[in-house]
């Protein structure tokens, strides 16, 4: 069975849908949740659900990325994971961390990239007049939000949107995408997942 280990840096909305869809499908096994953040709510959902967490307080290794990474790797390599899932994870990553990871590690990102890489995807969907938003799950490389695109889901931008109610919508279909990216994925399958 694959196993699957997630990063996250907050409430874990993504990471919930992940781990309910593993336990539908039962392709992979999640074996750890791990944060930046000792924090984070999603931490605590995860336990709540069986599944191993660690934290990493990036804030510890005051801005050394290497240092920071190379303490994450100690419960991540001790979980074996197959895959690795960024599901909110608000770190940007080096190439030596992504290059061991590579073609294995999964994210999600809100926006149609290759549209708005990197924050404040739906302000800059407002401000530009867009007619529709979505989000993209892709495989991470060194380059931020730029490896293949394996899905994307689209919603339309509604008049009177705010950031907040794109956001919203955006977020929803985050949690059908990534689930079914990672079903496909975890078989082999790099077909994109397109979803209306």
């Keep these: 069975m694959t196993r699957v280990a997630i990063l996250i840096s907050g409430g874990g909305s993504n990471m919930l849908a992940l781990l309910r869809d593993m336990a539908e499908d039962r392709a992979a096994v999640p074996v750890l ?35 920071f990474e190379a303490a994450l790797l100690t419960p991540l390599l001790a979980a074996r994971p197959d895959i690795l899932c960024l599901a909110g994870f608000m770190r940007v990553l080096t190439p030596v961390f992504v290059d061991r990871f590579r073609g294995r590690m999964l994210n999600i990102h809100p926006s149609l990239l290759p549209l708005y890489p990197g924050l404040h995807t739906h302000a800059r969907a407002l401000v530009a007049g867009d007619a529709e938003a979505g989000c993209t799950v892709h495989e991470v490389t060194p380059v931020l939000d730029s490896g293949p695109v394996l899905g994307q889901a689209r919603v339309p931008v509604l008049p009177g949107d705010s950031e907040a109610t794109l956001g919203a919508r955006v977020l ?7 689930p079914a990216v990672l079903r496909r994925f975890v078989r082999g399958d790099r077909t994109p997942v397109c979803l209306p």
């Design 172 to 178: 929803a279909m985050e949690h059908r995408l990534y």
């Design 33 to 67: 949740v791990a944060s930046n953040d000792p924090a984070a709510p999603g931490l605590d959902r995860a336990a709540a659900l069986g599944v191993p967490t660690a934290a990493v307080d990036h804030r510890a290794f005051g801005g050394d990325r290497a240092a």
